[in-house]
T-cell receptor
Framework: DTAVSQTPKYLVTQMGNDKSIKCEQN?????MYWYKQDSKKFLKIMFS???????INETVPNRFSPKSPDKAHLNLHINSLELGDSAVYFC?????????????FGPGTRLTVL | AQSVAQPEDQVNVAEGNPLTVKCTYS??????LFWYVQYPNRGLQFLLK??????LVKGSYGFEAEFNKSQTSFHLKKPSALVSDSALYFC????????????FGQGTELSVKP
């Protein structure tokens, strides 16, 4: 049983297109996150939702819009894709937002914008 | 502002030798520190964390980490390295009032040779 799953695993698309990445967790956690890992492997948080409420919204272009239909799902929609959006996007979840709560990561979605 | 530094981009060790992957941090409050490992084309796997209490933390796969408050460090260690330990290692930090936001170091590539 996969704890945090993401679809698709790979996404190749043209500049200007709109795409979505889906994330699901079966851990019963209240909090979910999106991280971006760039070509130098640097990891940076983008968004966080707790009980479907947005609580972290980093300096991310408004072309990126997260949506949490329920606690177990957090999707990422990206409009008007640009070359610089090429990266690996990781979803994660944690029991809550306490600093001691461990975050568990999904396998990642490699997005390539041509 | 929170920050994490992993001063070595790459660490090379021989199988069977002890390994150390270094991490220093900066936070305004009490630190909560994490180590994650990333194997090629995989997500991040949680290794261990420091919350409070004992400065020596034991984690998965025989790894441990030592919290040193005066040196603001949280180095990852293993007494005897395995070839299968070769991977990318990330240190991360958070503290209270961050809503679960983890700040990651830039990662250290560990290479264990037979």
């Amino acid at each position: 049983d996969t704890a945090v799953s993401q679809t698709p695993k790979y996404l190749v698309t043209q500049m200007g297109n709109d795409k979505s990445i889906k994330c699901e967790q079966n851990l019963g956690h209240d909090t979910m996150y999106w991280y971006k890992q760039d070509s130098k492997k640097f990891l940076k948080i983008m968004f966080s939702y707790n009980n479907k409420e947005l609580i972290i919204n980093e300096t991310v272009p408004n072309r990126f819009s997260p949506k949490s239909p329920d606690k177990a799902h957090l999707n990422l929609h990206i409009n008007s894709l640009e070359l610089g959006d090429s990266a690996v996007y990781f979803c994660a979840s944690s029991p809550g937002t306490r600093p001691s709560d461990t975050q568990y990561f999904g396998p990642g979605t490699r997005l390539t914008v041509l | 502002a929170q920050s994490v530094a992993q001063p070595e981009d790459q660490v090379n060790v021989a199988e069977g030798n002890p390994l150390t992957v270094k991490c220093t941090y900066s936070v305004s409050g009490n630190p909560y520190l994490f180590w994650y490992v990333q194997y090629p084309n995989r997500g991040l796997q949680f290794l261990l964390k420091y919350i409070t209490g004992d400065n020596l933390v034991k984690g998965s796969y025989g790894f441990e980490a030592e919290f040193n408050k005066s040196q603001t460090s949280f180095h990852l260690k293993k007494p005897s390295a395995l070839v299968s330990d070769s991977a990318l290692y990330f240190c991360a930090v958070t503290d209270y009032n961050q809503g679960g936001k983890l700040i990651f170091g830039q990662g250290t590539e560990l290479s264990v040779k037979p």
